[in-house]
């Protein structure tokens, strides 16, 4: 490579990891509808693009399950930070490839025992009435 193409491939080289990437989103088990920033991407096991400049909020659902999340946030990548500033969303990336969201099953009605309360006493009835306190004078 020439000496003068170095410059030049080294900004192509720093702008390819600006933007956007591929992020896979798996869930256990698989087959729960996706949401990214509020926005439905499909069913897991999936890969999609994502905008790398601002943090992410992903919800995965699934009927029979807890909705799981995850955030991925974004950190300032010092190379891009050169070519923009350092609050510019250009010079921000996610590192995360892939995520994987475990969903926790929630328990069928049938199958759900409460835990045991205490028997209930009611309070002993008192038969006369309080003694009242005099009010002191002033």
């Known amino acids: 490579m020439t000496p003068r193409l170095l410059p030049a491939a080294a900004a192509l080289l720093l702008l390819s990891c600006a933007g956007t990437k591929t992020l896979t989103i798996n869930t256990e088990p698989a087959g729960a509808e996706i949401s990214i920033n509020g ?3 499909g069913t897991s096991n999936l890969s999609t693009e994502v905008s790398q400049e601002k943090n992410l909020g992903i919800v995965a659902y699934k009927p029979g399950y807890e909705v799981g999340s995850a955030t991925l946030k974004t950190r300032t990548n010092w190379w ?8 510019d969303p250009k010079a ?4 995360e490839d892939s995520v994987t969201i475990p969903l926790k099953r929630i328990p069928a009605a049938g199958s759900y025992a409460p835990a045991a309360l205490p028997p209930y006493n009611p309070p002993a009835k008192r038969s006369e009435a309080p003694a009242l306190r005099e009010l002191p004078s002033f």
């Open 39 to 41: 926005k439905h991407v």
């Open 80 to 87: 891009l930070a050169l070519l923009w500033t350092k609050n």
């Open 92 to 95: 921000q990336v996610i590192d």
